[in-house]
């Protein structure tokens, strides 16, 4: 195992933040600010861009994703002390001017630099309010030292192009934009002029002090030769009051002049603002060029999450556990259900919504914020086919919508079933079944209909065994190597059961008898089939029957013999409930089990042997190739759970926990954040970077680690008829308190692990 190096940081729990206590971590460890409309990423060293509503053709701000990553430009605050001739950010970076203490704060829709130098402090504090399209930066500053101290700040965001895609290949020339400093409002306008009409909006830049010099152009700012590191304008030339009505490339630069005795502090904000015309952008920044109303909007955004958290708070006795489930995961499940898969340091914004990893996402949020929930559910109803068929990814926010049926997956439809029973059981109202959702192609159903349609979509296009077909994959991306359409898929058949039995009890809630039959039948048939040859490979599932006669996932294959999905979903949906699923899931422990939790599949594909092996895709040991897959070990530990095996759900998901493997494998080597989830885990194929973090944030595993923490470990589901306590904890625990909120109450929940006594108050 790698040594322990430097944590860069530690959460303080009773802030709910996380701190940064060092800038060089090994990448950027992000957070995202935003309330769904506008909507920012920022990292430990300010790094980062804001758009609005979605960064493919919204996108406000610029960060550098190519040739390489290289966290910049973002949010800054330069901070330029005339006695000491000092030029340094709070935030390190990117004049990396050494600092005398750094601390970064990620919050809860916040992140907090406070730095000092020199004897002065400087804090900004970075925020978007609940409900305006204002990014909010709140400067404070303190003398320290013994002398009174002249300075100059200066805030930088650099503009890009709207269209970002655009900005790829017109990157000098901007005819299509200009920028403008406006005394009276005292603000930086952008003013975009392609396609005007219906959707770029009125953008400013602003601060609650009139600016003492600004620039609107990166190049007057940086200066001939100097950079971002180095800029002229704060080395000595000056602010110029530069204007670039007609292209270039414009930036947010307003500079305040401070004379501060010692001791004495002062505080002022900057801000980015939208609004769909430049009179409403007027009054959003008139309303904000108060103090109070900054702090009014920090107290409702904290009111916002505070509501969000309060709904699950639980005691179990171990820190990692606590903070995840109170705190990290409700955090990461939101804005996993806001990003999709479309921007992080990891995705560069040009992805639309994707159709199955929203619906997942939005499973856990059902119970965290049903409202918002149900907003994107409605939104990829609407890019449901009238055939019932889903699709890979969607625009919603395009003028037109668009469809992205490339590449084509089959499992799209089988998730709403999921999500929307979660929904129901949180709630307990049936209503949203009713609610008509147009489809991307015309006509209209109900969400119910929207829902039956997808499962009958997935039934009717099924192989020779009986099982759904792949298309080009299911779930799982990496099946695509095998090039085989008519492959079946078992965790698909697996997940159509499952569904089946779900709507089976919604259809008979809603008095559709019909519906309720075909569900039994449909999962009554697939469960035979799923448990006649050739499926059963003897000790597990197989994972994919080729149109060849070949079987993926079984004993006889020199690679790929295990996979892990059909051993979870056989278990999650009954098929294996005869015992087969217990078996299934030993031999998944016992051949897929590392110290970091469970492979994917194995041996990994290596090479490409001979035509008849499947291509590689990832590098052994990555990805959907024999990583450590992390959003499918979420079904590992509830199928443990369904098992009764708590001391092997807890071994999984303490494995899971980024803090607890950060701290295992190394800060360093981890590499990503501690206080987030990632898509997967470098397997032990790679010797020397297994244990390494894969993508971070934007990972289904995030939603799915939170239902089965809260509604599998701790056992505290929601039913349509209330809650129900069924909890699998491990053996060492002693017990466990909880508060639960559910329709307007709330609920002290004490598990008594000994016992297994139960008390709900
Ligand atoms: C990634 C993709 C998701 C896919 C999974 C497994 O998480 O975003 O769509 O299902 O990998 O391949």
Not at 247 to 257: E, S
Request: hydrophobic share 35%; aromatic share 10%.
């Amino acid at each position: 195992m790698t040594t322990l190096k430097t944590s860069y940081g530690h959460f303080d729990d009773p802030s709910r933040e996380y701190v940064i206590t060092d800038p060089l971590t090994p990448s950027p460890w992000i957070n995202y600010l935003g309330n769904t409309r506008l909507t920012a990423f920022v990292s430990q060293q300010a790094g980062g861009l804001v758009f609005y509503k979605e960064p493919h053709a919204r996108r406000i701000s610029r960060y550098h994703y190519m040739p390489a990553a290289q966290d910049q430009p973002g949010f800054y605050l330069y901070v330029k002390d005339h006695a000491t001739g000092a030029l340094w950010n709070p935030h390190f970076g990117p004049t990396s001017t050494p600092l005398d203490s750094y601390e970064c704060r990620h919050g809860l829709g916040y992140t907090m630099f406070v730095s000092s130098r020199d004897g002065l402090e400087v804090s900004l504090r970075l925020f978007v309010p609940p409900d305006d399209e204002v990014m909010l930066w709140d400067v404070s500053v303190t003398n320290r030292a013994k002398e009174s101290k002249k300075l100059t700040l200066s805030s930088y965001l650099e503009f890009g192009l709207l269209e970002s895609a655009r900005e790829s290949f017109w990157c000098y020339l901007k005819n299509q934009i200009g920028f403008t400093y406006d005394a009276r409002e005292n603000w930086i306008k952008y003013d975009y002029h392609v396609f005007q009409a219906p959707y770029a909006p009125a953008m400013f830049f602003s601060c609650t002090r009139q600016a003492d010099g600004f620039e609107t152009s990166r190049a007057a700012f940086c200066g001939r030769g100097g950079s971002l590191e180095r800029p002229k304008a704060l080395l000595g030339d000056g602010f110029s009051g530069s204007q670039i009505p007609a292209g270039g490339h414009g930036c947010g630069v307003m500079g305040v002049d401070l004379e501060l005795a010692p001791g004495a502090t002062e505080r002022f904000a900057y801000m980015l603002g939208v609004a769909d015309e430049w009179a409403l952008a007027s009054v959003l920044r008139k309303k904000y060029s108060r103090m109070e109303a900054v702090d009014n909007a920090f107290a409702s955004l904290q009111g916002e999450w505070n509501r969000k958290t309060s709904l699950f708070q639980a005691e179990t006795g171990d820190a990692h556990v606590d903070r995840f489930i109170n705190v990290w995961n409700p955090l990461n499940c939101q804005i996993t259900l806001e990003r999709t898969r479309d921007i992080s340091t990891d995705h560069t914004g040009l992805d639309g919504m994707r159709y199955r990893d929203t619906m997942q996402d939005a499973l856990a949020m059902t119970s965290i914020d049903p409202e918002f929930a149900k907003e994107r559910i409605r939104l990829i109803f609407a890019a449901q086919g009238k055939d019932g068929s889903g699709c890979f990814s969607f625009y919603p926010y395009a003028p037109k919508q668009r469809i992205n049926e490339e590449p084509r997956r089959s499992d799209n439809t089988v998730w709403p079933t999921m999500t929307v029973t979660n929904l129901i059981n949180e709630t307990g109202d049936l209503s949203f079944l009713g609610e008509v959702i147009p489809f991307r192609d015309g006509g209209e159903a109900s969400v119910y209909d929207h829902i039956l349609l997808g499962l009958q979509y997935i039934h009717a296009r099924r192989g020779p065994h009986g099982l759904p077909l792949l298309a080009h994959a299911d779930w799982n991306d990496g099946l695509a190597v095998f090039h085989d359409e008519n492959a079946e898929s078992v965790m698909l058949g697996m997940q159509l059961v499952h569904a089946a039995n779900l709507l089976r009890d919604v259809a008979i809630r809603l008095g559709r008898r019909e519906d309720a039959d075909w569900c039994d039948a449909v999962s009554a048939e697939l469960t035979e089939k799923l448990n006649a040859e050739p499926v059963w490979d003897g000790e597990w599932y197989c994972r994919l029957l080729l149109s060849n006669g070949m079987k993926i996932g079984s004993k006889s294959r020199p690679q790929g013999k295990i996979y892990l999905e059909p051993q979870v979903w056989s278990v999650i949906s009954g098929v294996g409930s005869d015992g087969r699923g217990g078996m299934a899931m030993d031999a998944a422990n016992r051949l897929l089990n590392t110290r970091r939790g469970l492979m994917i599949h194995t041996p990994p594909y290596t090479g490409i042997p001979n035509p008849e092996d499947p291509l590689t895709s990832n590098v052994p040991g990555t990805g959907e190739n024999g990583s450590i897959f992390c959003h499918a070990m979420t079904w590992a530990i509830i199928a443990e759970c369904m098992l009764g095996n708590g001391d092997r759900a807890f071994e999984y998901y303490r494995k899971l926990l980024p803090s607890i493997a950060a701290e295992e494998e190394g800060f360093e080597h981890w590499g990503r954040e501690p206080y987030v989830f990632t898509s997967s885990v470098i397997g032990p194929a790679q010797e020397g970077d297994f244990g390494k973090a894969g993508i971070s944030w934007l990972t289904g595993t995030a939603s799915w680690a939170y239902i089965a923490a809260t509604q599998h470990l701790l056992g505290i589901q929601p039913t349509f008829e209330g809650l129900e306590v069924k909890p699998c904890l491990p053996s060492h625990w002693t017990g466990v308190k909880v508060s639960r909120r559910l329709r307007g109450k709330t609920y002290r929940i004490e598990i008594n692990n000994a016992t297994g006594e139960v008390s709900i108050d």
